[in-house]
């Protein structure tokens, strides 16, 4: 099973959707071989996301933290490895689409490539609302925080 994480850029953490996120991840892995999360690695939801994976983990070895890269700049990825919460890092072929809509294509790719996507988005602007949008569109299930 794969999830993907969708959520605005100022998302404010707080530890009741830190155990609800946790629980939720713990319980697919408890049921699924294996637990695949795609994580984003920009803003704040993002590393949120990545975050509660890694807790997740603690509990659920079948649990892997992906990034999905963006781009292909080694300095870029190789700042995101340091963070070394990630156990590997995707780059799904976007070298033909310019680096300003990267993000965009990225996003689409997460979602056409899971099962679940887990969104904590309360406005209808920006990227967050956009693959929301996209999600919904492609008739992907939505958990919404």
């Known amino acids: 099973m794969v999830i993907s994480f ?3 850029s100022d998302f404010q953490e707080n530890s009741n959707l ?3 996120l946790i ?3 713990t319980d697919f892995a408890q049921n699924n ?3 695949l999360c795609y994580c984003g690695g920009y803003g704040n939801f993002d590393h ?3 975050e509660c994976v890694n807790i997740a983990k603690i509990k659920c070895k079948n649990i892997k933290n992906i990034f999905v890269s963006p781009y292909l ?4 990825i190789r700042n995101i490895a340091n963070y070394k919460i990630f156990d590997a890092i995707i780059y799904p072929e976007l070298e033909h689409i310019p680096p300003k809509y990267a993000i965009i294509h990225r996003n689409k790719w997460m979602v056409d490539n ?3 996507i887990i969104v904590y988005v309360n406005h209808g602007w920006g990227g967050a609302a956009k693959t929301l949008a996209y999600a919904r ?3 992907k299930q939505i958990i919404s925080l």
């Open 23 to 25: 629980d939720k991840l």
């Open 33 to 35: 071989n294996e637990l």
């Open 114 to 116: 899971s099962d679940i």
């Open 73 to 76: 700049d080694e300095k870029y």
């Open 137 to 139: 569109y492609k008739r």
């Open 6 to 8: 969708c959520g605005h």
């Open 48 to 50: 949120f996301a990545a």
């Open 18 to 20: 830190k155990t609800i």
